[in-house]
T-cell receptor
Framework: GQQVMQIPQYQHVQEGEDFTTYCNSS?????IQWYKQRPGGHPVFLIQ?????EVKKQKRLTFQFGEAKKNSSLHITATQTTDVGTYFC??????????????FGAGTRLAVHP | EADIYQTPRYLVIGTGKKITLECSQT?????MYWYQQDPGMELHLIHY???????EKGDLSSESTVSRIRTEHFPLTLESARPSHTSQYLC??????FGRGDEKLFFGSGTQLSVL
């Protein structure tokens, strides 16, 4: 079945350093979503990318969707301690019942040292 | 902010007990999901529903069962809890995507289950 793979699994950075997490799908995606989960919290929607080659920015966060719509990346510039958490990518797949459901990557856990 | 609620927030229970984890949303969303997650680990889809009386099993085999009798309510039941069921259970909902696959998930705060 369809898989969404995410690397790295963990990333430790010093505050102020940049951070990137990568997401790869085994199949072409109609769209990709990114979520952030703070320690002890629940995943919160960050953004959705739909178009081939799309780039979106949210302050220090830059999201990219690959030209083939099979990969995506999230880049954080000058990390802060508030960026700590696990970042998940997710893409739609078709369920046994014929409906769309989201498949999540394994997530990248980001630790930021002050 | 999303209006999706899970109770209880924490549950410690003995082996063999029957438990029901509650999930309710007030957004009128057709689609609801249950995910199982160990701390800091990946999200495993265990059940989902596309509307009233519609449920499907997810990618991770689970001994739990679900029901969807009302749009707003999607409870998860374990008939006989075991220590291997210890985990965090996250409920989520989304509006129907009409085949676009672009639904945005709203998550509840989760139930942390510990089975002794």
């Amino acid at each position: 079945g369809q898989q969404v793979m995410q690397i790295p699994q963990y990333q430790h950075v010093q505050e102020g350093e940049d951070f990137t997490t990568y997401c790869n799908s085994s199949t072409t995606l109609s769209n990709i979503q990114w979520y952030k989960q703070r320690p002890g919290g629940h995943p919160v929607f960050l953004i959705q990318l739909v178009k081939s080659g799309e780039v979106k920015k949210q302050k220090r966060l830059t999201f990219q969707f690959g030209e083939a719509k099979k990969n995506s990346s999230l880049h954080i510039t000058a990390t802060q301690t508030t960026d700590v958490g696990t970042y998940f990518c997710a893409g739609p797949t078709i369920s046994a019942g014929g409906y769309n459901k989201l498949i999540f990557g394994a997530g990248t856990r980001l630790a930021v040292h002050p | 902010e999303a209006d999706i609620y899970q109770t209880p927030r924490y549950l410690v229970i003995g082996t063999g007990k029957k438990i029901t984890l509650e999930c309710s949303q007030t957004m009128g969303h057709d689609k609801m999901y249950w995910y199982q997650q160990d701390p800091g680990m990946e999200l495993h889809l265990i059940h989902y529903s596309y509307g009233v009386n519609s449920t499907e099993k997810g990618d991770l085999s689970s001994e739990s069962t679900v029901s969807r009798i009302r749009t707003e309510h999607f409870p998860l039941t374990l008939e006989s809890a075991r220590p291997s069921h210890t985990s965090q259970y996250l409920c989520a909902s989304s509006p129907f995507d009409f085949g676009r696959g672009d639904e945005k998930l709203f998550f509840g705060s989760g139930t942390q289950l510990s089975v002794l």
